[in-house]
């Protein structure tokens, strides 16, 4: 189903707070710039984008069981109620928003954690949710700048902070968040050699 922004938006807002709503729009803002400046399909970026915290709100207990009944990952229920809401989200976007776009639908299942071997819609959700405009996290005016000349080592930034952050509070570290920084780390030295 092929949606317009305006129809995105309204179809949103009724399952966010007004504070997520302008958070959501400043992603969409942010994916569309990362977008253009990374040859990426602007219009999935815009939909991954609108969509990508539709189930921030669900109960844990719906969003423990659509992870249950796909058979994905137990971790996701394991380690840290914030996670649910990213593979929740992809489902019911699909289900009650009549998405099927797989790249859109992973961009959205991957936007909090990350994951190895992102492909580039995934890169620019995961870091435009970390740097828009509304975003004040310790550190965040460096990887916006980052981002206005290299995805890869944004979304390392991104990544690395979020993990040290998780360390700090003696939180677990979802192992895709630690495949994610490890693949950057070594795509980064690969391109470092090769230029
Ligand atoms: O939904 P948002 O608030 O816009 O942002 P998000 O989807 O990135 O969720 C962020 C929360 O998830 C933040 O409080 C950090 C937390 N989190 C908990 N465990 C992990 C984690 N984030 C990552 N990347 N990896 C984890 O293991
Ligand atoms: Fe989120
Ligand atoms: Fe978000």
Redesign the pocket.
């Known amino acids: 189903m092929d949606i317009d922004q305006k129809t995105a938006l309204k179809l949103v807002k009724p399952h966010l707070t007004n504070k997520r709503y302008i ?1 959501t729009v400043g992603v969409m803002n942010t994916a569309v710039n990362l977008a253009h400046r990374y040859e990426v399909n602007t219009n999935k970026a815009k939909m991954a984008a609108i969509f990508h ?1 539709y189930a ?1 709100y669900r109960s844990v207990e719906e969003m423990r069981e659509i992870i249950q009944k796909n058979g994905w990952d137990e971790r996701f229920i394991q ?2 109620n ?2 649910l ?2 593979p929740a989200g992809s489902y019911l976007v699909e289900k009650e928003i009549g998405i099927k776009d797989s790249e859109i639908l992973s961009a959205i299942f991957w ?4 994951k190895a071997n992102m492909d580039p819609l995934e890169k620019v959700i995961f870091l435009a ?2 740097i828009e405009p509304n975003r004040n996290f310790p550190g965040v005016k460096e990887v916006r700048e980052q981002a206005e000349v290299d995805l890869d080592r944004a979304v390392l930034m991104a990544l690395h902070n ?1 993990v040290l952050f ?1 360390m700090s509070k003696e ?4 192992p895709e ?1 630690l495949h994610a920084y490890n693949d950057l780390v070594l795509e980064i030295s690969k391109q470092n050699k090769k230029g």
């Open positions: 958070h915290d921030k380690f840290n914030e996670l809401h990213a936007h909090t954690t990350g949710d970390y979020t998780l939180e677990p570290v979802f968040t």
